[in-house]
């Protein structure tokens, strides 16, 4: 099979087409012809030599993939030969073909392309798991989502608009907070404003129930400000560092909690919970098309460096796939 890897740690340039041998499953697992694949910040951490892969995944980059199971092993119950199939893997993604634990796959849904059911996986399961599982955010709470324009913004903000949740965003242009306003949410320019005086001036001072943060740096003390009194704060990436200088005395003044994790890293269990749920809450929205990914590009796999590029530049606006030329 062709796969994408990198020469050295380093910028986009390190990564180039090879060949090695298609990988087979184990006993719970499914092979999958990959048709589309997504694009996310942990692949360009990893192809930086930032973020390598736990022992026991594929060292290939990926995260989510769609296409069609074309092998199962003998435990597998649920998907038989031919199942199109969308999949949180462990690494492997970037591949014709790639390897994923049968209790991480979802059945495509309804009318919806391998491209677009790329877009799914490590999304959804991020924002499912920090917004819904571990912050328990409910519906007529205020939610701030910094990063709104991008694949997990875009995505956090239809999903919690559909439960009811009252949505306000920041983006760093007018073209960005543009499409954040026709998802929903309320936008905040933070180049021009202050999203902690926006924040408790659309709250009346309030503050916000509920944080997803992808920043770091210094809005890790100003989402303190930002929250309301029992807010809960979940970090999910730190784009602007992690190392900082904080006082903490907000955190108990206002009985806050703060919060954070990674996917890749937790057990094929607690992913196969994920899944469950959200094959149970979210996968009716996507069936009946009142939540849809957004995708700003797609790339051929051969042009996978011109996707880490646009990645990296933090001009889009949704999701980037490379896509395996090949239609539902």
């Known amino acids: 099979m062709k796969y994408i890897t990198t020469k050295n740690p380093g910028d986009a340039s390190q990564l180039f087409i090879d060949e090695a041998e298609t990988p087979t499953v184990k006993s719970s697992e499914v092979l999958i012809r990959v048709y589309a694949a997504g694009i996310n910040r942990p692949d360009i ?14 060292p290939i980059l990926g995260l989510e993939i769609a296409g069609e199971i074309i092998a199962c092993g003998e435990q597998v119950k649920r998907w038989r030969i031919g199942d199109k199939v969308c999949a949180l893997v462990n690494g492997g993604g970037y591949a014709e073909y790639a390897v994923a634990p049968a209790s991480q796959c979802l059945p495509i849904p309804e009318s919806f392309s ?13 924002v499912w798991h920090n917004l819904f599982q571990r912050a328990q955010l409910k519906a007529g709470e205020i939610l701030l989502v910094h990063g709104g324009a991008s694949g997990i913004g875009t995505s956090a903000i239809q999903l919690t608009k559909a439960f009811n949740v009252n949505v306000i965003a920041t983006a760093g242009s007018a073209e960005k907070c543009e499409a954040i306003t026709k998802l929903g949410a309320t936008a ?10 926006e924040v408790k001036a659309l709250t009346a001072g309030q503050g916000a129930n509920v944080i997803l943060d992808m920043v770091g740096g210094d809005y890790i003390q100003r989402n303190f400000s930002a929250a309301a009194k029992e807010g809960r704060i979940v970090n999910i990436a730190f784009l602007n560092g992690s190392k900082v200088d904080i006082d903490l005395m907000p955190l108990m003044l206002k009985r806050l909690t703060l919060t954070g994790s990674t996917l890749r890293a937790q057990s094929v269990d607690t992913k196969a919970g994920i899944a469950k749920e959200l094959e149970e809450q979210v996968w009716p929205l996507l069936n009946s098309k009142k939540i849809k990914p957004i995708i700003d590009s797609i790339f051929p796999f051969t042009d996978v460096v011109k996707a880490h590029e646009l990645m990296e530049s933090n001009q889009h606006i949704g999701k980037i796939i490379l896509d395996f030329n090949t239609t539902l």
């Open 188 to 197: 905040i320019n933070y180049r021009e404003q202050d999203f902690v005086a």
């Open 45 to 58: 951490l990893q192809r930086q030599g930032l973020y390598p892969p736990p022992a026991n995944a594929s």
């Open 114 to 126: 391998y491209v677009e059911a790329a877009a799914l996986p490590e999304t959804f399961f991020t």
